[in-house]
Structure formats: C-alpha cells, structure tokens
C-alpha cells in the first residue's frame, strides 16, 4: 500500500477498535444504566473503587485513562446516588480519598457478577490460545499493566 492509496475505515485499527468496543458495551451499558441509572463513566470509577479499594481520584485517572473532569463528575454523580463519600487528605487537603458506602460496594458485586457472564458469553467459542493473543495484543496496544 503507498501513502497515496486511500484508507478504508473498515480496515482503521482505531476504527475497528472504537466499532467493536461500543458494540460489544452496549449490553452491559443497559444493565448498569436501567438497574442504577449510571453512565460508562460511573461504571468505571465504581468498577476501580470496588477493584482496588480506596483511591484518590487522580489515580483512577491514571488507571482508567478518563479525563479527570470526567471521573469528578462520575463521582459527584455517585456521591449524590450515595454510592461514594469522600475523606479529606490531611496531609494535603486538595486530595480526597474515595471510598465506597455499603450500597456502591454492593452494586459493585451486582454489576461485576454481571460482567463476569457477560465476559464469559463473549469469550464462548474463542479458543483459549486465541484468546490469550488477542488479550495481549489488546493489553500491549492499551499499554495495560499486569
């Protein structure tokens, strides 16, 4: 191919990737939107909350590639869901830690049950060493850690 033939988007890794990725969240995106009105953003600042424990928000920034005006508005959102309460840093007082009340920890072990199935289904039919290379393949593109 020369720089001057014209691109396919059907044949655009990012593309494709962004395509397959909405496609195959739209599922789950129902589930966790109809059972407690949250967004994708929600879901993944609960996700790493409910993952890792206490964080302050520029961590779950750094590990969920979010903007960071996009986690502060999920928190606000779950902290009004009272499925979040922040603490204060005493030792810096610009920093608060995040920390799931009771009802986020258990709406957290609904929705990871229901990733769990759903990763299950879609992982059905893919052979273990297929699935393993595109795990790493797609793990090394999103520079994910181990």
């Keep these: 191919m020369s720089v001057d033939d014209d691109i396919e988007m059907k044949?655009?890794?990012p593309y494709l990737?962004?395509?397959?990725?909405?496609e195959i969240s739209m599922e789950?995106?129902?589930v966790y939107k109809e059972r407690?009105?949250?967004?994708?953003t929600d879901w993944?600042?609960?996700?790493?909350?409910?993952?890792?424990g206490d964080l302050i928000s520029s961590e779950i920034v750094r590990r969920s590639k979010l903007h960071k005006t996009k986690v502060?508005?999920?928190v606000s959102r779950l902290e009004t869901k009272r499925f979040?309460?922040?603490r204060e840093v005493p030792q810096d007082r610009r920093q608060e830690v995040l920390?799931?009340?009771?009802?986020g920890r258990a709406a957290y072990r609904d929705l990871s049950v229901v990733a769990q199935e759903y990763n299950q289904r879609l992982w059905q039919g893919i052979d273990p060493e297929d699935r393993a290379r595109i795990t790493r393949f797609l793990a090394d593109l999103a520079k994910l850690e181990g």
């Design 11 to 13: 044949d655009f890794l």
């Design 17 to 22: 990737l962004n395509q397959a990725g909405e």
């Design 28 to 30: 789950f995106q129902r």
């Design 36 to 40: 407690y009105g949250m967004l994708r």
């Design 44 to 52: 993944r600042v609960l996700f790493h909350l409910g993952r890792y």
């Design 72 to 74: 502060s508005r999920a």
């Design 84 to 86: 979040l309460v922040r």
């Design 99 to 103: 920390s799931l009340t009771p009802a």
